[in-house]
């Protein structure tokens, strides 16, 4: 049958020989990856079991409900060991028989599957069936071959047919779409569900069922489960735009209509594309193979424009939906080599690997210039799984290398002392506490797969189809019984049609007669990467009649400003909380000229502040590199406008901090005879920026942190700012100075207390983690990848006892203006409220520091303050999940 022949025929297409790596190379690579994923799993087993997931710098278990939400990413927990159920055939692979037995054993005496929790069925189905399918899978070649698992009676099948029926009552829509979530104990009909009131759905959501479903069905002899995944797949089918043949991104699951037509190959649809080709190669459905090259078809026409893969609207596909990617696309190179495209997929991959060497890892989402757009990385596999697909289909060493670059970046980045921690972004190194079970799900297999030789893997991979969480399927379902009343729905217009479908595979041998052709077709893209152009100098239209006194020019403490305020009717006021507001009143003003002038000063410091919301600045890493920290602690920081420029800079500034005295530093210091040679901590208030850079620097200082003193500010939760001189020349300043929130800043301040010393490095991202203090200073960095001996930072003892109040959200949103004695740059934070009648007062709100009172400082230092490790177990996770990211985005 022509299905069966589709894997081995493409993959086993060895047909480039570069000068290959050497044999014994390979053979470390490999057991570096059995390295890793014994240290991610011994953690999570160690630290985290039975909790879903692992909170690795924190070094305990994320339970949903103990912890701070995070929006929709939390509806993959369901509390049943999702991250153990999801590695049981990851356990395998990795020839880690005796684990897996041991794990298949906890499975069913520790999980339950009956909980009062709203879960994602889309995660759900992926992640827990598809895991509970796998390890079945699993068990019974085990059994088979006569020496594991003999007492194995199919408990795990079981278990996987539960977990399907409590999903089928999401399935109950007009439409045959899935609800989004369901609860596990109640369905999603009535008030104790807490779910079924959702009218949308993401196209991938309702559309990645069929494998793990049809699986189910066609294991158990059942056949609801396989009909309902269909039936989603043909409403999905029958609501393509005709014209274009493309799907949107979000669908009503009751109506069908289209809530989001933009269509790409990332976020929300990726899997849909996924299935198609896949449920062709493990059912030999013909439906699924034609339904996918038709829609593959205009992939390639519309949306891909190589090496980029860029939305278009459905209706108007000739019309860009945006100028971004996602990293989920990253999967896409693989899939067009079980499509046999392999050209295409060598651009594509190319493109996603010099932006994976730009930033180390590739960014949640990067633009079509390669520059960061949201700078999250949470561990994702589908660049290691391209890689994988792209080496067995050309056998080409390239490959190789772009996984050893992989390895690399994760043990030096993302390695900490407890697994591998998320990286909350990737340009300055700094960590999320979360490592996903899709980490060891799928990254593992494909890096283990990508180096090992075939005797190395314990059963032939070429008779399973990976689902899009990795987990292994036979492909001898496709001959399993299933009901015949199972219809096709293929109606006149669609009958198949044998000259519409690619139905071989391309021989390599003729598609790649030159070794160096791969070489070739990756040059160009690598060159375009290298590069790309800086991202142009926003637009600002001049108008005419310009005001007096511009927006991006205005200093609250400049008095000159605040009579030519007064003059075109704007008046300061002082809020409690350090803001000031900005009211105009139109008959205040001395002149109709002057009113006029003071309706276009509002305006432009809406536009400004609306302006500098969106782009985003360059942070700064803070990496404490003293013992028993060793640089695996990044704070992200924000820069400063004058001084030494940490990008520039190759090594960056190390030493020791020193709490400088006054702390405010807006006086000579004091204690100038410990901050000489050290690093300078202040506390932001009182004076400029600029006036305390100046005082660290006569004491003898190499750098200076600002540490917020608005308690409960955090990186989390307000974006960074850069911090602006005082209107006159800065170029006396040379040292750096960076700023840190209030939370950020309690951790180096609790560091300093409770060890002393404490050395930080300041730079523009964070440096290779576990690197010996000593040997660097002499120019010996240790490798990054044998540094597994580093105990947690003492945080095993944690509790997961939740703290009793929400961090409080910060006001600020990107840069803060106008305080009174700190001159920023022209990136306000600003509340805007527009009414351009003489009636009602036209307001604006921005920060500023007042000059009341000092603070007093010892209480400043001592008051509040939380140990180091329930600081970094306080940590909010980023607002923005990147399931909602689009969404916001629009």
Same mark, same amino acid.
């Given at each position: 049958?022509?299905?069966?022949?589709?894997?081995?025929?493409? #993959?086993?297409?060895?047909?480039?020989?570069?000068?290959?790596?050497?044999?014994?190379?390979?053979?470390?690579?490999?057991?570096?990856?059995?390295?890793?994923?014994?240290? @991610?799993?011994?953690?999570?087993?160690?630290?985290?079991?039975?909790?879903?997931?692992?909170?690795?710098?924190?070094?305990?278990?994320?339970?949903?409900?103990?912890?701070?939400?995070?929006?929709?990413?939390?509806?993959?927990?369901?509390?049943?060991?999702?991250?153990?159920?999801?590695?049981?055939?990851?356990?395998?692979?990795?020839?880690?028989?005796?684990?897996?037995?041991?794990?298949?054993?906890?499975?069913?005496?520790?999980?339950?599957?009956?909980?009062?929790?709203?879960?994602?069925?889309?995660?759900?189905?992926?992640?827990?069936?598809?895991?509970?399918?796998?390890?079945?899978?699993?068990?019974?070649?085990?059994?088979?071959?006569?020496?594991?698992?003999?007492?194995?009676?199919?408990?795990?099948?079981?278990?996987?047919?539960?977990?399907?029926?409590?999903?089928?009552?999401?399935?109950?829509?007009?439409?045959?779409?899935?609800?989004?979530?369901?609860?596990?104990?109640?369905?999603?009909?009535?008030?104790?569900?807490?779910?079924?009131?959702?009218?949308?759905?993401?196209?991938?959501?309702?559309?990645?069922?069929?494998?793990?479903?049809?699986?189910?069905?066609?294991?158990?002899?059942?056949?609801?489960?396989?009909?309902?995944?269909?039936?989603?797949?043909?409403?999905?089918?029958?609501?393509?735009?005709?014209?274009?043949?493309?799907?949107?991104?979000?669908?009503?699951?009751?109506?069908?209509?289209?809530?989001?037509?933009?269509?790409?190959?990332?976020?929300?649809?990726?899997?849909?594309?996924?299935?198609?080709?896949?449920?062709?190669?493990?059912?030999?459905?013909?439906? &699924?193979?034609?339904? /996918?090259?038709?829609?593959?078809?205009?992939?390639?026409?519309?949306?891909?424009?190589?090496?980029?893969?860029?939305?278009?609207?459905?209706?108007?596909?000739?019309?860009?939906?945006?100028?971004?990617?996602?990293?989920?696309?990253?999967?896409?190179?693989?899939?067009?080599?079980?499509?046999?495209?392999?050209?295409?997929?060598?651009?594509?991959? +190319?493109?996603?690997?010099?932006?994976?060497?730009?930033?180390? &890892?590739?960014?949640?989402?990067?633009?079509?210039?390669?520059?960061?757009?949201?700078?999250?990385?949470?561990?994702?596999?589908?660049?290691?799984?391209?890689?994988?697909?792209?080496?067995?289909?050309?056998?080409?060493?390239?490959?190789?290398?772009?996984?050893?670059?992989?390895?690399?970046?994760?043990?030096?980045? =993302?390695?900490?002392?407890?697994?591998?921690?998320?990286?909350?972004?990737?340009?300055?190194?700094?960590?999320?506490?979360?490592?996903?079970?899709?980490?060891?799900?799928?990254?593992?297999?494909?890096?283990?797969?990508?180096?090992?030789?075939?005797?190395?893997?314990?059963?032939?991979?070429?008779?399973?189809?990976?689902?899009?969480?990795?987990? /292994?399927?036979?492909?001898?379902?496709?001959?399993?019984?299933?009901?015949?009343?199972?219809?096709?729905?293929?109606?006149?217009?669609?009958?198949?049609?044998?000259?519409?479908?690619?139905?071989?595979?391309?021989?390599?041998?003729?598609?790649?007669?030159?070794?160096?052709?791969?070489?070739?077709?990756?040059?160009?893209?690598?060159?375009?990467?290298?590069?790309?152009?800086?991202?142009?100098?926003?637009?600002?239209?001049?108008?005419?009649?310009?005001?007096?006194?511009? @927006?991006?020019?205005?200093?609250?403490?400049?008095?000159?400003?605040?009579?030519?305020?007064?003059?075109?009717?704007?008046?300061?006021?002082?809020?409690?909380?350090?803001?000031?507001?900005?009211?105009?009143?139109?008959?205040?003003?001395?002149? =109709?000229?002057?009113? +006029?002038?003071?309706?276009? &000063?509002?305006?432009?410091?809406?536009?400004?502040?609306?302006?500098?919301?969106?782009?985003?600045?360059?942070?700064?890493?803070?990496?404490?590199?003293?013992?028993?920290?060793?640089?695996?602690?990044?704070?992200?920081?924000?820069?400063?406008?004058?001084?030494?420029? #940490?990008?520039?800079?190759?090594?960056?500034?190390?030493?020791?901090?020193?709490?400088?005295?006054?702390?405010?530093?807006?006086?000579?210091?004091?204690?100038?005879?410990?901050?000489?040679?050290?690093?300078?901590?202040?506390?932001?208030?009182?004076?400029?920026?600029?006036?305390?850079?100046?005082?660290?620097?006569?004491?003898?200082?190499?750098?200076?942190?600002?540490?917020?003193?608005?308690?409960?500010?955090?990186?989390?939760?307000?974006?960074?700012?850069?911090?602006?001189?005082?209107?006159?020349?800065?170029?006396?300043?040379?040292?750096?100075?960076? &700023?840190?929130?209030?939370?950020?800043?309690?951790?180096?301040?609790? @560091?300093?207390? +409770?060890?002393?010393?404490?050395?930080?490095?300041?730079?523009?991202?964070?440096?290779?983690?576990?690197?010996?203090?000593?040997?660097?200073?002499?120019?010996?960095?240790?490798?990054?990848?044998?540094?597994?001996?580093?105990?947690?930072?003492?945080?095993?003892?944690?509790?997961?006892?939740?703290?009793?109040?929400?961090?409080?959200?910060?006001?600020?949103?990107?840069?803060?203006?106008?305080?009174?004695?700190?001159?920023?740059?022209? =990136?306000?934070?600003?509340?805007?409220?527009?009414?351009?009648?003489?009636?009602?007062?036209?307001?604006?709100?921005?920060?500023?520091?007042?000059?009341?009172?000092?603070?007093?400082?010892?209480?400043?230092?001592?008051?509040?303050?939380?140990?180091?490790?329930?600081?970094?177990?306080?940590?909010?996770?980023?607002?923005?999940?990147?399931?909602?990211?689009?969404?916001?985005?629009?």
């Amino acid at each position: 049958m022509l299905f069966v022949l589709l894997i081995p025929m493409l #993959l086993g297409a060895l047909c480039i020989h570069g000068e290959a790596i050497t044999p014994e190379e390979k053979r470390k690579l490999k057991d570096q990856v059995v390295e890793m994923f014994d240290h @991610a799993y011994q953690n999570y087993m160690d630290h985290a079991y039975p909790a879903d997931e692992l909170m690795p710098l924190t070094c305990r278990g994320r339970v949903r409900g103990l912890e701070p939400s995070r929006g929709d990413v939390d509806d993959a927990l369901g509390k049943f060991s999702l991250t153990l159920i999801d590695t049981l055939d990851t356990l395998v692979l990795l020839n880690k028989t005796t684990e897996f037995e041991a794990a298949v054993r906890r499975v069913l005496s520790d999980v339950r599957l009956d909980n009062d929790i709203v879960v994602s069925v889309f995660e759900t189905n992926i992640r827990v069936l598809g895991g509970l399918l796998g390890g079945h899978s699993m068990a019974v070649m085990l059994k088979e071959e006569g020496q594991l698992m003999q007492w194995y009676q199919d408990e795990l099948l079981h278990m996987a047919k539960d977990v399907g029926l409590r999903l089928l009552p999401a399935f109950n829509t007009s439409s045959g779409l899935p609800y989004p979530r369901v609860n596990l104990k109640y369905g999603v009909r009535g008030p104790e569900t807490r779910t079924g009131t959702e009218t949308d759905t993401c196209t991938a959501c309702a559309g990645t069922m069929i494998l793990e479903f049809a699986a189910l069905s066609r294991f158990t002899g059942d056949p609801v489960f396989e009909a309902h995944a269909r039936k989603a797949l043909d409403f999905l089918w029958e609501k393509r735009q005709r014209n274009s043949n493309l799907v949107g991104t979000t669908i009503n699951i009751h109506s069908g209509e289209w809530v989001r037509r933009d269509s790409g190959v990332g976020a929300g649809i990726d899997s849909y594309y996924e299935y198609l080709l896949k449920a062709y190669i493990l059912l030999g459905d013909d439906q &699924f193979l034609q339904r /996918f090259n038709i829609h593959y078809a205009s992939i390639m026409k519309y949306i891909s424009q190589p090496p980029l893969l860029l939305d278009v609207h459905i209706h108007k596909p000739l019309l860009p939906a945006r100028t971004w990617m996602d990293s989920l696309l990253a999967f896409f190179p693989g899939l067009q080599v079980l499509k046999g495209d392999i050209r295409p997929a060598i651009e594509t991959h +190319e493109m996603l690997y010099q932006v994976t060497k730009k930033h180390n &890892f590739l960014p949640e989402a990067f633009t079509t210039d390669f520059r960061v757009h949201w700078a999250q990385h949470p561990l994702r596999p589908e660049f290691a799984e391209s890689t994988y697909f792209l080496y067995k289909a050309t056998g080409d060493p390239y490959y190789l290398e772009a996984g050893r670059t992989i390895l690399d970046n994760l043990n030096r980045y =993302a390695r900490v002392p407890c697994g591998f921690a998320a990286m909350k972004d990737v340009r300055t190194g700094s960590h999320e506490d979360r490592m996903d079970s899709f980490f060891l799900a799928e990254m593992f297999k494909y890096l283990f797969l990508l180096f090992a030789d075939v005797e190395d893997v314990p059963f032939d991979v070429e008779d399973y189809i990976f689902t899009t969480e990795a987990h /292994f399927l036979p492909l001898s379902l496709s001959t399993a019984p299933h009901s015949s009343s199972i219809t096709l729905n293929i109606t006149s217009e669609e009958e198949l049609d044998d000259s519409n479908f690619d139905w071989t595979c391309p021989n390599t041998r003729l598609m790649f007669p030159d070794p160096a052709f791969p070489r070739n077709i990756r040059e160009p893209i690598r060159s375009v990467v290298d590069k790309s152009c800086p991202r142009p100098a926003p637009y600002r239209e001049p108008g005419i009649g310009r005001p007096p006194l511009r @927006a991006q020019d205005f200093m609250a403490n400049n008095p000159e400003h605040l009579e030519l305020l007064r003059r075109m009717g704007v008046s300061l006021i002082h809020l409690k909380d350090g803001r000031v507001q900005l009211v105009q009143h139109a008959t205040q003003a001395v002149s =109709a000229v002057a009113a +006029e002038d003071g309706v276009r &000063f509002m305006q432009e410091m809406m536009e400004l502040s609306s302006q500098q919301q969106k782009e985003q600045l360059p942070p700064r890493a803070i990496q404490i590199v003293s013992h028993p920290f060793f640089g695996r602690v990044v704070l992200t920081a924000g820069p400063a406008q004058f001084g030494t420029d #940490l990008s520039k800079s190759v090594t960056g500034v190390r030493g020791f901090v020193t709490v400088a005295e006054p702390y405010s530093g807006c006086s000579e210091i004091t204690n100038a005879e410990y901050i000489q040679g050290h690093i300078a901590l202040l506390q932001r208030g009182q004076c400029m920026f600029a006036e305390k850079a100046r005082h660290i620097q006569k004491a003898g200082a190499i750098g200076g942190i600002v540490i917020d003193d608005n308690e409960g500010s955090s990186s989390d939760t307000a974006p960074l700012f850069q911090m602006a001189g005082d209107g006159r020349s800065t170029d006396d300043i040379t040292l750096p100075l960076l &700023f840190l929130f209030h939370k950020e800043g309690n951790i180096l301040l609790e @560091a300093l207390k +409770e060890y002393r010393e404490v050395e930080v490095l300041l730079s523009d991202k964070a440096r290779d983690r576990g690197v010996d203090t000593q040997e660097t200073q002499e120019g010996c960095v240790t490798d990054a990848t044998t540094t597994t001996s580093f105990e947690p930072l003492g945080l095993s003892d944690l509790t997961t006892t939740e703290r009793a109040e929400p961090a409080p959200q910060a006001v600020t949103s990107h840069e803060e203006v106008n305080r009174a004695n700190e001159a920023t740059s022209p =990136a306000q934070d600003v509340e805007l409220s527009e009414d351009l009648t003489p009636k009602e007062p036209h307001s604006v709100q921005v920060k500023e520091e007042t000059d009341s009172e000092p603070k007093d400082e010892a209480k400043d230092r001592t008051e509040n303050r939380r140990s180091v490790e329930s600081l970094l177990a306080d940590w909010q996770e980023d607002l923005e999940a990147f399931q909602q990211m689009e969404r916001d985005e629009l």
